[in-house]
């Protein structure tokens, strides 16, 4: 009985994982917004910035870094995309699924 429980647990952890990624919804017009390198926006106007952050952990399973920067990248566009914005340029962290995005306006 103790086998079919711990079994049920691993199995909703392995879903719950799985299925965080795909509760990050994408924004009209996220597809949109370009990643960039900040050599590469010296014409464009800024907009400001963003700090971003997923779930990073479910229950003691960290998830995959694929899965957390997948989600933090759409975060960034999304953001961009509230900030009437067209580009983003990753502005790094310290912490495990949390990003900094400068959102700049470069194309007219």
């Known amino acids: 009985m103790q086998f079919y429980k711990l079994t049920l647990v691993f ?5 719950l994982t799985g ?6 919804d994408e924004r009209l017009g996220s597809d949109r917004v370009s ?11 800024s907009k400001g910035k963003t700090t ?3 779930l990073s952990k ?15 990248l759409q975060l960034g566009r999304n953001s961009a995309v509230d900030a009437h914005a ?5 502005g790094g962290t310290l ?9 700049y306006k470069c194309r007219p």
Do not use: M, P
């Open 58 to 72: 479910v229950g003691f399973i960290t998830r995959s870094t694929e899965a957390v920067e997948s989600n933090l």
């Open 86 to 90: 067209d580009t983003i340029v990753n």
């Open 35 to 45: 990643v960039a390198d900040k050599n590469q926006v010296a014409h464009c106007e």
């Open 11 to 15: 199995a909703a952890i392995g879903v």
């Open 52 to 54: 971003v952050s997923v």
């Open 95 to 103: 912490v495990y699924g949390e990003r900094t995005f400068d959102l």
């Open 19 to 24: 299925c965080a990624s795909q509760l990050i």
